[in-house]
Nanobody, 115 residues
Framework: QVQLVESGGGLVQPGGSLRLSCAASGFDFDRNGMRWYRQAPGKERELVASIISSGTSKYVIDSLKDRFTISRDNAKNTVYLQMNNLQPEDTAVYYC????????WGQGIQVTVSS
């Protein structure tokens, strides 16, 4: 079955950077799209970024595209979210999501931006 394990979260000061990783198993990773979502306290879960199976097409929501980058390494079955110039409003639980041929969610990882 689909297994997704996020890592790389934590506490960071405003202006700092983090790179989230999501290690995938249980499905053909290189044939599957992947997404990152986040859910801030008291808010609905929102899509952050998406990448197709080959990695040649990527999408980041407009409000984040200048600071966040999504990428993947199919040899390592891993998708990444590089987050730069983090701000307190980026504080949320970040979720990895597999979509397409296989579908599933990671358990989520906390990112806290605070001084």
């Amino acid at each position: 079955q689909v297994q997704l394990v996020e890592s790389g979260g934590g506490l960071v000061q405003p202006g700092g950077s983090l790179r989230l990783s999501c290690a995938a198993s249980g499905f053909d990773f290189d044939r599957n799209g992947m997404r990152w979502y986040r859910q801030a306290p008291g808010k609905e879960r929102e899509l952050v970024a998406s990448i197709i199976s080959s990695g040649t097409s990527k999408y980041v929501i407009d409000s984040l595209k200048d600071r966040f980058t999504i990428s993947r390494d199919n040899a390592k079955n891993t998708v990444y979210l590089q987050m730069n110039n983090l701000q307190p409003e980026d504080t949320a639980v970040y979720y990895c999501n597999a979509w397409g041929r296989a579908n599933g969610w990671g358990q989520g990882i906390q990112v806290t931006v605070s001084s």
